[in-house]
């Protein structure tokens, strides 16, 4: 009875490719490690790309595609319709029989209504999120609220790797991976922890 057989990795399957090829065959062994090295971060690049939790797909369903194309069919059909209401003359659409349709005073006054509308819309957006949505100075909700991730110790490598740095507390230091390297997520610094580090 035969092993089932191992997917391969990333790795495996670049080296499978490009072995294969005429031009592999004729680089010289020093080209090759540097573009095998190269590719292999890539490949181990996008697949901590793929498991971050902030990296957005690039996959589009058919179903926001066929959403999409049946938006801006709907929309250009609605936007000649307004066009022939707007610059048609009333004698050629009264040769084709149609003679109940909206004063034409309207194609003037909703453009006007719905630019003006927006403008206010803005400014009401504006005047909401700084009267309204902002928390007062005082409020702890400045510094950290309930939908923070806070970075903890928990989640970093052993504190002692960090006493180069001349960290005196122990939360400073095992935040120190989220501050001097990239991460694959996001997190929340504490403000006491960011002061420390910037100020000391």
Known sequence: MSSPARPSSPFQRLTRTLSSSLLLSRMPQSARRRLFARKYEQAASDALARESDVTVSNKVTPHFEYKGFATFTIATIFFAVWLAWTFVPEAAFH?????????????????AYLLMAMLYTYIALALYNIEVATVPLNDLRNIVDESGIMANAGETESTETFEGYGYNDVGVAAADPFVRVSTSGVRDLPISTVNQILYG
């Open 95 to 111: 040769r084709v029989g149609i003679y109940y349709y909206p004063s034409r005073w309207w194609a003037l006054t909703i453009p």
